[in-house]
């Protein structure tokens, strides 16, 4: 068994509910001692992770997400300027697909409100459908992502500050739980949380505690977790006696 990591671990814990004395990212520079003292502490109240029948992990307690805001790590700053909503709606795939709709919609209303005025000026229905033809081109594709993209980072003022108005909207609404799960952050939910820890953790240092990481059971499987393989009162036991803060309880 490897030698544990006292300062990866404590690193990775304090960012999902271990209570520690000592800010995460001072962890770094910590002395030895400080990081022993530190260790003795979380031992006194060791992380806790729940235990399903099928021996899924997930942290104990971990505030259930119910929003979007809760579940995307979208930069703060996402809503200063049209190019940083841009940035933002590129690095989430679901934000991304809510910008195509309001790009559609925005085209749609930009083609009404000229449709009325075109067929009166020029009374002659089949010119103005194709200049209608040609402005609908011009706009550019709604299911192409770089039109998207670039129609977000050229919004003006007006446009801007209603899309941004859409987005929080968006952000402040529960999320499609079936079509946007597997987009989440890493830390967006207990059993995400979980998985990370223990991705993250060599596991070759907690080796008598037997953790598996599951990254789908099967091709197109949705199914992500880290899974304790062993009785978790077997790894209680481990736990305390190597002086691990983490402990398991069983759930239904």
Same mark, same amino acid.
């Given at each position: 068994?490897?030698?544990?990591?006292?300062?990866?671990? +404590?690193?990775?814990? *304090?960012? =999902?509910? $271990?209570?520690?004395?000592? #800010?995460? &990212?001072?962890? @770094? %520079?910590?002395?030895?001692?400080?990081?022993?003292?530190?260790?003795?502490?979380?031992?006194?109240?060791?992380?806790?992770?729940?235990?399903?029948?099928?021996?899924?992990?997930?942290?104990?307690?971990?505030?259930?997400?119910?929003?979007?805001?809760?579940?995307?790590?979208?930069?703060?700053?996402?809503?200063?300027?049209?190019?940083?909503?841009? +940035?933002?709606?590129? *690095?989430? =795939?679901? $934000?991304?697909?809510?910008? #195509?709709? &309001?790009?559609? @919609? %925005?085209?749609?209303?930009?083609?009404?409100?000229?449709?009325?005025?075109?067929?009166?000026?020029?009374?002659?229905?089949?010119?103005?459908?194709?200049?209608?033809?040609?402005?609908?081109?011009?706009?550019?594709?709604?299911?192409?992502?770089?039109?998207?993209?670039?129609?977000?980072?050229?919004?003006?003022?007006?446009?801007?500050?209603?899309?941004?108005?859409?987005?929080?909207?968006?952000?402040?609404?529960?999320?499609?739980?079936?079509?946007?799960? @597997?987009?989440?952050?890493?830390?967006?939910?207990?059993?995400?949380?979980?998985?990370?820890?223990?991705?993250?953790?060599?596991?070759?240092?907690?080796?008598?505690?037997?953790?598996?990481?599951?990254?789908?059971?099967?091709?197109?499987?949705?199914?992500?977790?880290?899974?304790?393989?062993?009785?978790?009162?077997?790894?209680?036991?481990?736990?305390?006696?190597?002086?691990?803060?983490?402990?398991?309880?069983?759930?239904?």
């Amino acid at each position: 068994m490897n030698t544990i990591s006292r300062r990866q671990f +404590l690193k990775l814990a *304090s960012g =999902i509910g $271990l209570g520690i004395a000592i #800010a995460p &990212l001072k962890l @770094e %520079a910590a002395s030895t001692s400080t990081l022993n003292q530190v260790w003795q502490q979380a031992n006194q109240t060791p992380l806790l992770f729940d235990v399903t029948e099928y021996g899924t992990l997930s942290v104990a307690d971990y505030p259930e997400p119910k929003l979007r805001s809760d579940v995307y790590n979208i930069h703060s700053d996402w809503n200063a300027s049209p190019a940083a909503l841009a +940035l933002a709606a590129e *690095s989430c =795939i679901p $934000l991304s697909w809510f910008a #195509a709709d &309001l790009h559609r @919609e %925005a085209v749609e209303q930009k083609l009404d409100s000229i449709s009325e005025s075109l067929h009166e000026l020029i009374g002659c229905p089949g010119a103005a459908q194709k200049i209608m033809s040609n402005v609908r081109n011009n706009c550019g594709d709604s299911d192409c992502p770089e039109v998207v993209q670039e129609w977000l980072g050229n919004l003006n003022h007006g446009e801007f500050e209603s899309v941004a108005q859409d987005i929080e909207r968006w952000l402040a609404a529960e999320p499609n739980w079936a079509y946007e799960y @597997e987009y989440f952050d890493d830390w967006a939910d207990g059993q995400r949380a979980a998985l990370n820890f223990f991705r993250n953790l060599d596991l070759d240092s907690i080796s008598g505690i037997n953790i598996e990481i599951i990254e789908g059971e099967h091709p197109g499987s949705t199914y992500y977790a880290a899974e304790l393989t062993m009785d978790p009162e077997e790894a209680n036991a481990i736990a305390e006696s190597e002086a691990i803060p983490i402990r398991f309880r069983r759930v239904l």
